[in-house]
């Protein structure tokens, strides 16, 4: 049976995509928490949701299917059991246990489904709660700057981290910062209960474990080669653990990862925001990841006996050749190299190309620099509006993940 899931490339012929659209929770954010919230200013939700409504039209004019993952989540949530099951997850990862639980479950009783689910998102007030036997934490909510008792999840318009799509299946993330969590446990019982994707698809790791990864960090180069980024965000531990699942799965067809280390800071969070494969031989590169030749490259392969073998190489270019069998590839540079553009359209996500098909990207239209670089390489170039959407430091491939993309024809 085909896996509802199928993704075999970074740039297939884009069928199907998971977005959400930001919702309340972007203006969730004040000065005083946006640090935390990983985001560097406010965005005006009214102008961020019209930009990301022309990205989503513009994928749908393109034949692919926009799938809302906040809809998804509605329909599992309709169950009673589900519902009060992944309540009691997410509150208790809030340390919401016992009698507060109960007491903030009680409320969600009173909304509606869809009201909950824009509740989960936006976040929860405090005043809209009130504690029968109150405790200390209850009281003090996640920090004493926020009026929030439930944090706002203003990066879950970033659909690429909590999970990553390769192959017949995917992974469910562990994300690095305790503002992104609850976005993978959204992800979890979509999969887990939805009926379009419940016992159809492979779950290489789940979020349950000490390892660290983010579907930033993770690019499917082709059917058997994956480069993940060893980044601020994704750990080596996990690179290894993934490693193991897909080379003695017998549902992977994967043999080949490519780990490669980027500087671990917040503009280059993810190994997409310097790096994306547009073509079969073309890429998007930051240039100040390439340290003139001198990389941090692993690349690993199943060994004998369930180990793993790895070497190590310097070049970026000369790694993607090798492990792509290609005797020439044109790496096209973000803000073609410029001093001063290349830094300023990396910061506003000018690696962060969607490719939705060999050869054409949807990207951000502020990087012009770079769009212009791309189409004098013969890249095709579908700009979109970018003002408040890239205030949260993600571009067209964090805000959309691929659930089904066309096999390549070689
Ligand atoms: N795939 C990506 N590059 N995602 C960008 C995520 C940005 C988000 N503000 C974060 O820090 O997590």
């Known amino acids: 049976m085909k896996s509802a899931i199928e993704v075999n490339s970074e740039i297939g012929r884009l069928k199907s995509v998971l977005l959400h659209r930001p919702g309340k929770e ?7 928490t946006m640090k935390r919230m990983l985001f560097d200013d406010v965005p005006f939700q009214k102008i961020a949701d019209e930009e990301h409504d022309y990205f989503a039209h513009l994928l749908r004019d393109q034949g692919v299917e926009t799938v809302y993952i906040e809809d998804l989540l509605e329909d599992v949530l309709q169950d009673d059991e589900v519902r009060d099951d992944f309540l009691t997850t997410y509150l208790a990862e809030h340390y919401y246990t016992g009698n507060s639980a109960e007491d903030i479950k009680k409320y969600f009783e009173t909304l509606s489904i869809h009201e909950l689910v824009s509740t989960i998102y936006a976040g929860l007030r405090r005043d809209k709660i009130h504690f029968e036997h109150p405790s200390l934490h209850e009281v003090s909510g996640p920090d004493a700057e926020t009026p929030f008792l439930l944090d706002p999840l203003p990066n879950a318009y970033f659909t690429r981290d909590p999970q990553a799509s390769m192959g017949s299946g995917l992974t469910i993330n562990r994300m690095t910062f305790e503002a992104r969590r609850p976005e993978s446990l959204i992800t979890e019982y979509v999969m887990k209960y939805h009926p379009r994707f419940a016992g159809k698809i492979d779950v290489w790791l789940d979020r349950y474990n000490d390892a660290r990864i983010e579907g930033g960090d993770e690019l499917v180069l082709n059917d058997h080669v994956v480069a993940i980024g060893c980044s601020q965000r994704t750990s080596t531990r996990s690179i290894e653990k993934l490693a193991h699942k897909l080379f003695d799965d017998p549902d992977s067809h994967f043999d080949t990862i490519v780990a490669v280390e980027i500087p671990h800071n917040h503009a280059m969070m993810h190994l997409d925001t310097v790096f994306t494969m547009v073509n ?54 973000t803000g073609n190299g410029d001093p001063v553009a290349a830094p300023r359209e990396q910061w506003n996500d000018g690696s962060n190309n969607l490719a939705i098909a060999p050869g054409e990207v949807v990207t951000y239209d502020r990087n012009y620099v770079s769009i212009k670089v791309m189409r004098e390489h013969g890249i095709k170039v579908h700009e979109i509006f970018s003002s408040e959407l890239s205030r949260g430091r993600g571009g067209a491939r964090c805000m959309s993940q691929p659930i089904v993309r066309e096999p390549l024809d070689n």
């Open 26 to 32: 972007i203006e969730n954010i004040t000065p005083a």
């Open 280 to 333: 079969y031989d073309q890429f998007t590169v930051f240039p100040g990841i390439m340290h003139g030749g001198k990389m941090n490259i692993n690349i690993l392969h199943p060994g004998n006996d369930h180990t793993i073998k790895m070497e190590h190489r310097t070049s970026l270019p000369a790694t993607l050749k090798e492990v792509l069998g290609l005797s020439e590839i044109d790496l096209m540079e």
